[in-house]
């Protein structure tokens, strides 16, 4: 792998948030030249919180914006792009559909065209989520080959049209474009307090009621991913995309565990007291099981995660612990 990365010219979108600001730290590790392009860059980032400003170059732009990223990819001689540009949060992509359909839609698109038209690019790794397949209850992990389902949120929709956009460039264009789906990542850094594991160390280290409001009713299991175990999933798929051009591939634990269960392993972990977490949620007649068959990657790609859910809490407890003065004007 370090091989593979040393002296590549990286492009990481979005790369000072959270899952990219872990990219960007791997990255540099294994001897690759990075460059983020970004909004805005966060003080209470993982990305400046680590100090990864000082050895990336950063770009402050829009992903819409074609001619200000052909110019940059060519610029630079940008090689490998890692798409992780987007509007993640959930609850907001109901409140402004057409900015998250624009950012991560047309934006995907955008980058697209110009790896398009920009000869130096040879390869993309697009962050697309475990949010492509929709809604479901069913006691069985999503296959790379199950279709899209209904879902209650924007977000959704947006990267189905990024996921499939990507794939179709790849094939029509014969271009080295891969897709990562991803479940419920956790780790170091992450400031949208309004997820499970932040809103519980928030609660935590605040001292607040374990409360986690009305957006589920605790009923939930998921695939919860460490933060390491994804960036290794980027790198792993980069290197392979020569042989695997055009392929989506599922990153998760291939388990799926309540979110109950996680909240209060979170209070076990921080002190030894098993609070009970309060969920306000309306109660569901069917639980949202939602978890990822992971056999492609492990027999396509050699990926498989390595940080149990223990372990990664563990080390994402002790993170904030350790940044919390500077984190709590985050929240």
């Known amino acids: 792998m370090a091989s593979f990365w040393q002296g590549k010219n990286c492009l990481v979108t979005g790369g000072a948030g959270f899952g990219g600001g872990h990219l960007c730290e791997r990255l540099l590790a294994l001897g690759a030249r990075v460059f983020v392009l970004d909004r805005l860059v966060s ?3 993982y990305f400046q919180i680590q100090g990864l400003d000082r050895h990336a170059q950063v770009w402050l ?3 819409r914006d074609g001619d200000f990223v052909r110019l940059n990819l060519s610029r630079f001689a940008i090689d490998t792009i890692f798409h992780l540009a ?3 949060i959930v609850p907001t992509s109901n409140v402004l ?3 998250t359909l624009s950012v991560n839609a047309m934006g995907t698109y955008t980058l697209l065209e110009a790896m398009r038209n920009v000869d130096t690019v040879e390869r993309m790794v697009f962050a697309s989520s475990g949010a492509y397949y929709g809604m479901t209850t069913d006691e069985r992990a999503l296959r790379e080959s199950d279709p899209p389902l209904d879902a209650n949120n924007i977000y959704a929709s947006s990267k189905v049209a990024g996921d499939c956009v990507a794939r179709s460039y790849a094939r029509i264009y014969d271009l080295q474009i891969g897709v990562c789906r991803f479940m419920n990542t956790y780790g170091p850094g992450d400031i949208n307090f309004s997820r499970l594991v932040p809103r519980a160390i928030y609660n935590l280290l605040e001292g607040q009621d374990y409360d986690f409001g009305a957006r589920d009713d605790g009923s ?3 695939d919860f991913l460490y933060i390491a175990d994804m960036a290794d999933a980027y790198l792993k798929l980069g290197e392979s995309l020569g042989n695997h051009g055009g392929k989506a591939f599922n990153f998760g634990t291939g388990t799926a565990t309540s979110i109950t269960d996680v ?3 979170l209070s076990w972990l921080y002190d030894g007291e098993r609070r009970t977490p309060i969920f306000r949620g309306d109660p569901r007649s069917k639980p949202a099981i939602k978890y990822l068959e992971i056999e492609r990657a492990r027999l396509d790609l ?3 995660p390595e940080t149990s859910l223990a372990d990664g809490l563990r080390a994402t407890l ?3 612990a350790d940044h919390w003065e500077k984190l709590r004007h985050a929240s």
């Open 43 to 45: 003080p209470w980032s």
């Open 61 to 63: 732009g829009d992903i």
């Open 86 to 88: 987007a509007q993640p």
């Open 97 to 99: 559909p057409w900015e």
């Open 220 to 222: 939930s299991r998921l």
């Open 263 to 265: 909240a209060t392993e």
């Open 302 to 304: 050699g990926w498989v």
């Open 318 to 320: 002790d993170w904030y």
